[in-house]
T-cell receptor, first 113, second 116 residues
């Protein structure tokens, strides 16, 4: 079975540009999570969805960040406008209802210059 | 106070030794606990889950849970250089009503180095 799929794997952009990260969860998983990882702050939960509905977005750093899940097999995380401090690795993870184990995608390494 | 605390390390052990990784958590209502391994430049990979007090063994890995002490550990027997990675402890917190928040809280991770 395919795991969590993320694209792109690497993104380099200039400050002020819009960035869109994409995620396809494992088929049949009801929950989808977006994380950001940096050396300084570790792994931070940004937002998570249950059945395509955002449940907790308290980790979204500011209004420049937005996330959507239009259907069960696709989610996006958008940063507009991007800033150098947004440089990090962004992970998407998913899990099934009733089990708390989360499975991570390969991540997107974002560099904002 | 951090919700999940781990020694950042690095923890260095010789090949063949037992590596002991520790984690404490602050939420007494937490019900399930996980260990993830993350190689440099890779994503976290689930290696152990534990739900009940006591030990759970899987190959060279043993997870130990003590809810009264709010403590969970991971033992790696016969450590190999390929075990060198960052190990993340994750906890599933529950609210006062006994309902899961639905998410995991991660520690900062412990860097393990196994030297030949």
């Amino acid at each position: 079975d395919a795991g969590v799929i993320q694209s792109p794997r690497h993104e380099v952009t200039e400050m002020g540009q819009e960035v869109t990260l994409r995620c396809k969860p494992i088929s049949g998983h009801d929950y989808l999570f977006w994380y950001r990882q940096t050396m300084m702050r570790g792994l931070e939960l940004l937002i998570y969805f249950n059945n395509n509905v955002p449940i907790d977005d308290s980790g979204m750093p500011e209004d420049r960040f937005s996330a959507k899940m239009p259907n069960a097999s696709f989610s996006t995380l958008k940063i507009q406008p991007s800033e150098p401090r947004d440089s990090a690795v962004y992970f998407c993870a998913s899990r099934t209802r009733g089990a708390y184990e989360q499975y991570f995608g390969p991540g997107t390494r974002l560099t904002v210059t | 106070q951090k919700e999940v605390e781990q020694n950042s390390g690095p923890l260095s052990v010789p090949e063949g030794a037992i590596a002991s990784l520790n984690c404490t958590y602050s939420d007494r209502g937490s019900q399930s606990f996980f260990w993830y391994r993350q190689y440099s430049g890779k994503s976290p990979e689930l290696i152990m889950s534990i739900y009940s007090n006591g030990d759970k063994e899987d190959g060279r890995f043993t997870a130990q849970l003590n809810k009264a002490s709010q403590y969970v550990s991971l033992l790696i027997r016969d450590s190999q250089p390929s075990d060198s990675a960052t190990y993340l402890c994750a906890v599933n917190p529950f609210n006062a009503g006994g309902t899961s928040y639905g998410k995991l809280t991660f520690g900062q991770g412990t860097i393990l180095t196994v030297h030949p």
